[in-house]
């Protein structure tokens, strides 16, 4: 069975935060794009933290751009040039140069009450302060809260009972809660700030909400400019006449849809993500066709598992090449999926956008 048939300018293979920045770069050039992703991108699980090259003119225009988008989604996150040390939900420190004031727990702050919900494992107010208390003199202070009420089901409850909570047991002046369970927690935040008069912020956390709303603000922003997503749909095979790339054949369960392009941008993201795969000892591109090497890097005490997540595509020019050697004048691989991209768990998120922003203008030229 098939699914109707698409032509577009670009087709993006891969909706994570490289992908969609780059789809959005060329939608919002008046290109027609489409972006197929299969499953959740490491995007989606990560703390959501963007740490930038701040340096690269790039940072600038990217930033302005995005944080504009995500205004427009009532999502206010302003860049700071100098990283801001953000604490996260282990007590670990993170740089990071998008911040907002949702998530502005800094070492810097003295007087910090951090308040963990019975039930809720996202975070753990008596290791915060224990890990905290270690680096520094004023160790925050752990609280245990129950609520009665369920912040996505008895929103106005839940803020009222915990608002009062604050206000009432709590000295501290800032508090660090659990990430709420909402794509737009802006208006909690606010109204619990309001309530108990308190700089009240969200830990960071992977694997919890505040990747998933980091995906979720760079979809709007795809989709506002036109952008056609299409979930669930895996790329399985690729058209190649002569040096290039003119069709894809994406499948969704029994299901397969063609798309012409005449661009192909890939952006599938590393081993994690399944945009490369494991062959015996060898990482892969797992439809055969590209060259896959490693590169340099260090912070992981497995030889194996760093050499699994530094591999990436190989790229001359910006674009991809055949395991045969020769280049793919308009394939361009983009994100963590490239040779050098890709980085143990915790980062890589600012390298990733900057260079898909950047490879965008790649895509255009091989129109
Ligand atoms: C737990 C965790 C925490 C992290 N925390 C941070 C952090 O705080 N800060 C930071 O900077 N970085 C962090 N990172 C790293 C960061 O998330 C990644 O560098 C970044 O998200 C990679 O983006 P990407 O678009 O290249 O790939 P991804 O976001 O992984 O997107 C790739 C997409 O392609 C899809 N795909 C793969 N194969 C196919 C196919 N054949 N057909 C269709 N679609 C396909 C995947 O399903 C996925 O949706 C973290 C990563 C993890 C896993």
Known sequence: MSLPSLDVDVLVVGGGAAGLTAASRLALNGRSVAVASSATPATALSTGRILLDVDDPAAEEWASFTLAQFRRQGAYYVMSKKPVVAMTN??????????????????TDRNVAVVGFIGNCDLDPDLVAREVGRSRRARPRPYWFSPSYSPELDRDLFVEELGRALMQDVSEETVVLPPMPQRSPYDIMAELRKRSGKNVVEAATPLSWPGRRLQSLLEGVAARLGVTLLKDRRLASIQLDGGEASAAQLSSGGRSQRVDFNALVLATGNVTSGG???????????????????????????????????????????KAVTRQGSTLRNVIPVGSLVRGMSYPLGRGLGDVVLQAWKAALVAEDAL
Do not use: C, K, N
Not at 283 to 310: E, K, M, N, T, Y
């Open 90 to 107: 282990l007590g670990t420190r993170m740089r990071q140069s998008i911040t907002s004031p949702l998530f502005d727990w800094t070492r």
């Open 276 to 318: 490369l795969a494991v062959e015996g000892r060898d990482i892969v591109d797992p439809l055969g066709i590209f060259q896959v090497a490693s590169s340099p890097a260090s912070g992981i005490a497995s030889r194996h598992l760093l050499s699994a997540l530094s591999s990436g595509m190989v790229t001359r020019d910006g």
